[in-house]
Nanobody, 118 residues
Framework: QVQLVESGGGLVQTGGSLRLSCVVS????????MAWYRQTPGNQRELVAR???????TYADSVKGRFTISRMNVRKTVSLQMDSLKPEDTAVYFC????????????WGQGTQVTVSS
């Protein structure tokens, strides 16, 4: 059974940093393009960063230059370093396969809450 476990969220002030991690179990990992998403109440999940199987990252314009996605295949982990956080980054953050590449995503994890105070 595939399971995604996100961690690392919390409450930070504007300008602060957080590092999110996502561990994938029950599935292969190395060949998949992975992504981080975020969701606020009443809105759809938004893809904020993706990394392909060759470690090439791309970012949403809203986080470019502030967020860095990385992966460690041996640990089946994808991480998101978030710097210069803004209140508008407040959301629940999830990881999964890149929805632009795959139609069959992993079951969603519980996500991790990020709250940025002004």
């Amino acid at each position: 059974q595939v399971q995604l476990v996100e961690s690392g969220g919390g409450l930070v002030q504007t300008g602060g940093s957080l590092r999110l991690s996502c561990v994938v179990s029950g599935s292969s990992f190395t060949g998949f393009a992975m992504a981080w998403y975020r969701q606020t109440p009443g809105n759809q999940r938004e893809l904020v960063a993706r990394i392909d199987s060759r470690n090439n990252p791309t970012y949403a314009d809203s986080v470019k230059g502030r967020f860095t996605i990385s992966r460690m295949n041996v640990r089946k982990t994808v991480s998101l370093q978030m710097d210069s956080l803004k209140p508008e980054d407040t959301a629940v953050y999830f990881c999964n396969k890149d929805q632009r590449v795959y139609s069959n995503l992993f079951p969603w994890g519980q996500g991790t809450q990020v709250t940025v105070s002004s």
